[in-house]
C-alpha cells in the first residue's frame, strides 16, 4: 500500500512537468512546427531547466512509456519486409564500421581536446544506450555528470537537427497533418487493445529475461513485431497514446538540464556540442553512402545511423513514418554491440594509455 501511495506522489509532483510539456507540445502544433509534439515539450522543459527552475523527472511514466513505444516499433514490421533483408545486411554493416569511427573520434576529442579521463572519455562517446552507459559508468572512475551532460546535449542537438537535415535532403512529409477530433479520439477494438497490451507484458519479461540492452524498448517491440510479421494482428496504438508517449520523451530530454547553470557547464556544454556536431557529420556521410551503395532511402539511413537516443530516434522515425522498423534493428544492433565490448573496450585502452 506503501508503495502505491508513493508512486501516486511521485506521479503528483511529476504533473506540472507534465502539463508544462503538453503546453509546449500543443504550441508547436498550433504552429505547424515539424515532430510538434516532441521538440514543443523538450524545448520548453529545456528552457525552463536551465532557466533554474526544478522540474520533476518521469519515472514510473517514462518507463511506461517505453514499453508503449516499443509495442509501436513492433508494429512496423510486416510480412513485406522480407525482400529488404539483403539491403539491410549491407546496411548494418555500413553502421557497424560507422559506429567505430564514432567511438574512435569521441575518445580522441574528449581526451586530446576535452581533456577528461580515459574512462570519462569512453563513456561519454559511446554513441547511444545512455541508460545503459550511465549504469556502466556508475561503476567505474568516469564523472558521471560530464557523462550525463554529453549524452544529453548529444540527443539534444540531433533531435533539434532532424527536421532541417530531413528537409535538406528533400524528405517531404515532414509537416504534421491536421487531425479532425474523431480521428485524436480513435480507439482500438477490445481484441487488438488485449493483443497490444499482452505484447507489452510479455515484451517485458522476454527483455529482462534476455537482458537486452533497454529491456523495456526493445523486448516488447520483439514480440510486437513477431505478432505483426506473422499476421496474428495488425492493431496499432491510438494516436492520443502516441502524442502523449512523444511529450514524456521529449520532457525526458528537457528535464536532464534541471540544476545546470550555463555558466557553470559552460565547458563542458561546448565540448558537448562540438563533439556532436562532428559525430552528425560522420553520420551524414555513412547515411549518404549507404544511400549510394544500395539505394535505400537516405531519411531511414540517417536517422539509423545518428549517434544515439535509440527511444528517441526510433520515436522520430514511427511518427514520420520514416521505415521505423530499419530504423529501430539498427538501433538494436548498435547497442548491444557497444554494451557487449565495452569492457574489452575500456581494458585495451587502459593498457594502451599505461
Keep these: 500500500m506503501s508503495s502505491i501511495r508513493q508512486r501516486m506522489i511521485a506521479m503528483g509532483r511529476f504533473l506540472p512537468t507534465l502539463a508544462l510539456g503538453i503546453a509546449g507540445g500543443g504550441l508547436a502544433y498550433w504552429l505547424h512546427m515539424p515532430l510538434p509534439w516532441l521538440l514543443g515539450a523538450m524545448v520548453a522543459t529545456t528552457v525552463v531547466s536551465l532557466a533554474g527552475v526544478r522540474l520533476r523527472p518521469p519515472s514510473s511514466s517514462r518507463k511506461a512509456v517505453l514499453v508503449v513505444i516499443g509495442v509501436m516499433l513492433g508494429s512496423a514490421f510486416t510480412p513485406d519486409l522480407s525482400g ?93 497533418g491536421g487531425m479532425s477530433l474523431a480521428q485524436w479520439l480513435w480507439l482500438p477494438t477490445l481484441e487488438d487493445a488485449a493483443w497490444l497490451a499482452a505484447a507489452g507484458a510479455a515484451g517485458v519479461w522476454l527483455g529482462n529475461w534476455l537482458r537486452l540492452p533497454n529491456a523495456l524498448l526493445f523486448g516488447p517491440a520483439l514480440i510486437s513485431a513477431a505478432l505483426h510479421l506473422t499476421g496474428v494482428t495488425q492493431a496499432a496504438i491510438p494516436p492520443t497514446i502516441i502524442a502523449l508517449a512523444q511529450v514524456i520523451i521529449g520532457v525526458s530530454v528537457g528535464v536532464r538540464f534541471a540544476g545546470t547553470s550555463l555558466l557553470d557547464v559552460g565547458y563542458n556544454l561546448t565540448m558537448a556540442a562540438l563533439q556532436t556536431i562532428a559525430l552528425l557529420l560522420i553520420a551524414i556521410l555513412a547515411a549518404w553512402g549507404a544511400h549510394a551503395l544500395t539505394g535505400y532511402s537516405l531519411a531511414a539511413a540517417l536517422l539509423a545511423y545518428m549517434p544515439g537516443g535509440a527511444p528517441e530516434l526510433s520515436l522520430v522515425a514511427l511518427s514520420l513514418g520514416i521505415d521505423p522498423a530499419f530504423v529501430t534493428s539498427h538501433h538494436l544492433l548498435r547497442i548491444t554491440v557497444l554494451i557487449l565490448l565495452m569492457p574489452v573496450l575500456l581494458n585495451h585502452c587502459r593498457r594502451w594509455s599505461a
Design 84 to 176: 529488404d533483408l539483403p539491403l539491410w545486411g549491407a546496411s548494418l554493416a555500413i553502421m557497424l564500421l560507422a559506429t567505430a569511427l564514432m567511438m574512435a573520434f569521441s575518445v580522441w576529442f574528449s581526451r586530446r581536446v576535452a581533456g577528461y579521463s580515459l574512462d570519462t572519455a569512453l563513456y561519454s562517446g559511446v554513441p547511444g544506450g545512455v541508460s545503459a552507459v550511465t549504469l556502466m559508468a556508475m561503476d567505474s572512475n568516469a564523472d558521471l555528470r560530464t557523462v550525463g551532460m554529453t549524452h544529453a546535449v548529444r540527443i539534444l542537438i540531433l533531435l533539434i537537427a532532424i527536421p532541417p537535415l530531413l528537409q535538406a535532403i528533400g524528405h517531404v512529409s515532414l509537416q504534421p
